[in-house]
């Protein structure tokens, strides 16, 4: 993360503004109106030489020997008007010789005055923090930037820049409940937060080590931002938080092949291995095909002869064997049986079919109830019917609750309009990659 620089900072620094300053002799001190607005500044008489003095040397060919009379101007003790006008001498000189400590103690100096205006007052404290965070004072710039922020100051990507000083004191927890706080203040303006803050937050949380948070940070810029990549890495945030067997192994995958997150051809094997572990060939073959379609999966591959070509060679006579309807079954058919034939017929894209069997799957003694609503809703989700999908992913609790939700989050994405994204944030303070 880059704070503003020095060059960047003269240059706003004079777009923001400070006051004018011009001589003030006797002679124009008399010419003043006899009335003045109260918010307008006053040099007490005993300072007043001493802002002459040093306007002279900032005027002169020399400006360098005005700073040590602005310095010891600084360090006096001096009503608040004669510090605001001490503070912008500072600001001025250290523009004109480049001198970023002397503008920091201009800045400091103005705000520390309160006199300085209200419309230079969240520039100012910005102004403040940036300075502190390229002297890596994190405390003090975490409060200069927090005050800006709360003034409603919105430029130089100050969002990202205040949530860093919490990480640079390894306080992850503080700098992710930071981010909380700004991304939902940014969504509720009607302007979305961009892409670029959810993933600085997914890496921080990562970078904590708490895979709590990463996998919860994962998540939220999925929902937020949903693309095979975002979906493909809540995806995996969840599967290092907890361990999945191999039936929820292949319910994950299920997932991924519907988000778009399976992104290599490492993925197309795991999924087809899985699959033709529980015999699912059509499942093993609309996978690979996939991967063939969109071109991950080479038609030289070892997966086409290891793999595909068997399954094809399987679907025929598995397909004519199975049973169409639950009553078709021998016996009267554990609840497992259900829901393996359920999922033979969710490979071959029946999904009536499938929902029918884990349905049956519910209703026999001992039945595990999460597999087979988790059935139900990724049948229905294939299916299109997202309403029901949605009411099934309800009912999943236990290890597959954090699939279940995912799946809601994607579900509730493919209707919900998008909000319009927030502009780039300016390149002087674009975070570091």
Same mark, same amino acid.
């Given at each position: 993360?880059?704070?503003?620089?020095?060059?960047?900072?003269?240059?706003?620094?004079?777009?923001?503004?400070?006051?004018?300053?011009?001589?003030?002799?006797?002679?124009?001190?008399?010419?003043?109106?006899?009335?003045?607005?109260?918010?307008?500044?006053?040099?007490?008489?005993?300072?007043?030489?001493?802002?002459?003095?040093?306007?002279?040397?900032?005027?002169?060919?020399?400006?360098?020997?005005?700073?040590?009379?602005? +310095?010891? #101007? @600084? %360090? $006096? &003790?001096?009503?608040?008007?004669?510090?605001?006008?001490? =503070?912008?001498?500072?600001?001025?000189?250290?523009?004109?010789?480049?001198?970023?400590?002397?503008?920091?103690?201009?800045?400091?100096?103005?705000?520390?005055?309160?006199?300085?205006?209200?419309?230079?007052?969240?520039?100012?404290?910005?102004?403040?923090?940036?300075?502190?965070?390229?002297?890596?004072?994190?405390?003090?710039?975490?409060?200069?930037?927090?005050?800006?922020?709360?003034?409603?100051?919105?430029?130089?990507?100050? +969002?990202? #820049? @205040? %949530? $860093? &000083?919490?990480?640079?004191?390894?306080?992850?927890?503080? =700098?992710?409940?930071?981010?909380?706080?700004?991304?939902?203040?940014?969504?509720?303006?009607?302007?979305?937060?961009?892409?670029?803050?959810?993933?600085?937050?997914?890496?921080?949380?990562?970078?904590?080590?708490?895979?709590?948070?990463?996998?919860?940070?994962?998540?939220?810029?999925?929902?937020?931002?949903?693309?095979?990549?975002?979906?493909?890495?809540?995806?995996?945030?969840?599967?290092?938080?907890?361990?999945?067997?191999?039936?929820?192994? @292949?319910?994950?995958?299920?997932?991924?092949?519907?988000?778009?997150?399976?992104?290599?051809?490492?993925?197309?094997?795991?999924?087809?291995?899985?699959?033709?572990?529980?015999?699912?060939?059509?499942?093993?073959?609309?996978?690979?095909?996939?991967?063939?379609?969109?071109?991950?999966?080479?038609?030289?591959?070892?997966?086409?002869?290891?793999?595909?070509?068997?399954?094809?060679?399987?679907?025929?006579?598995?397909?004519?064997?199975?049973?169409?309807?639950?009553?078709?079954?021998?016996?009267?058919?554990?609840?497992?049986?259900?829901?393996?034939?359920?999922?033979?017929?969710?490979?071959?894209?029946?999904?009536?079919?499938?929902?029918?069997?884990?349905?049956?799957?519910?209703?026999?003694?001992?039945?595990?109830?999460?597999?087979?609503?988790?059935?139900?809703?990724?049948?229905?989700?294939?299916?299109?019917?997202?309403?029901?999908?949605?009411?099934?992913?309800?009912?999943?609790?236990?290890?597959?609750?954090?699939?279940?939700?995912?799946?809601?989050?994607?579900?509730?994405?493919?209707?919900?309009?998008?909000?319009?994204?927030?502009?780039?944030?300016?390149?002087?303070?674009?975070?570091?990659?």
């Amino acid at each position: 993360m880059r704070f503003l620089s020095h060059f960047s900072m003269a240059v706003a620094l004079a777009t923001a503004g400070t006051l004018a300053l011009t001589a003030m002799p006797q002679d124009a001190q008399a010419a003043q109106k006899k009335k003045e607005k109260k918010s307008e500044i006053k040099i007490s008489k005993e300072v007043r030489p001493k802002v002459a003095e040093i306007q002279k040397a900032m005027g002169s060919d020399t400006p360098a020997t005005a700073k040590p009379l602005v +310095e010891a #101007l @600084l %360090a $006096e &003790t001096l009503a608040p008007d004669d510090r605001y006008i001490a =503070g912008q001498l500072a600001i001025q000189l250290g523009g004109t010789l480049k001198d970023t400590g002397l503008q920091e103690k201009g800045i400091i100096a103005s705000l520390d005055s309160g006199r300085t205006g209200a419309e230079q007052l969240p520039a100012f404290n910005f102004f403040a923090g940036n300075f502190a965070y390229g002297a890596d004072r994190w405390a003090d710039a975490a409060k200069w930037f927090q005050a800006a922020y709360d003034l409603g100051y919105r430029q130089n990507n100050i +969002e990202p #820049l @205040l %949530a $860093e &000083t919490y990480f640079k004191r390894n306080m992850h927890v503080e =700098g992710l409940a930071k981010w909380d706080e700004i991304l939902n203040n940014a969504n509720a303006s009607g302007t979305k937060a961009p892409e670029s803050w959810y993933r600085l937050a997914r890496d921080r949380a990562l970078a904590s080590g708490n895979m709590g948070l990463y996998s919860t940070w994962a998540a939220r810029w999925a929902s937020a931002y949903p693309s095979g990549d975002s979906w493909g890495d809540a995806v995996a945030a969840s599967r290092r938080t907890s361990q999945a067997d191999s039936v929820q192994n @292949l319910e994950v995958l299920r997932f991924m092949k519907a988000t778009g997150s399976l992104k290599t051809s490492g993925d197309y094997k795991e999924f087809a291995e899985e699959a033709q572990r529980k015999n699912l060939f059509g499942e093993v073959v609309a996978v690979l095909e996939d991967g063939q379609q969109k071109g991950i999966v080479s038609s030289t591959s070892p997966m086409i002869a290891e793999l595909l070509t068997p399954a094809r060679r399987e679907m025929a006579a598995d397909k004519q064997s199975l049973p169409s309807d639950p009553s078709g079954v021998r016996g009267s058919g554990s609840s497992s049986v259900m829901m393996n034939f359920a999922d033979v017929w969710l490979g071959y894209k029946d999904y009536g079919k499938a929902v029918t069997f884990y349905k049956s799957g519910l209703s026999k003694p001992g039945s595990d109830m999460n597999r087979g609503y988790m059935g139900i809703g990724t049948a229905e989700a294939y299916a299109g019917n997202f309403a029901a999908a949605h009411e099934a992913f309800a009912k999943v609790s236990g290890t597959r609750a954090p699939l279940a939700k995912m799946w809601q989050t994607w579900i509730d994405q493919q209707s919900k309009p998008a909000a319009p994204a927030a502009p780039a944030a300016p390149a002087a303070a674009e975070p570091a990659s």
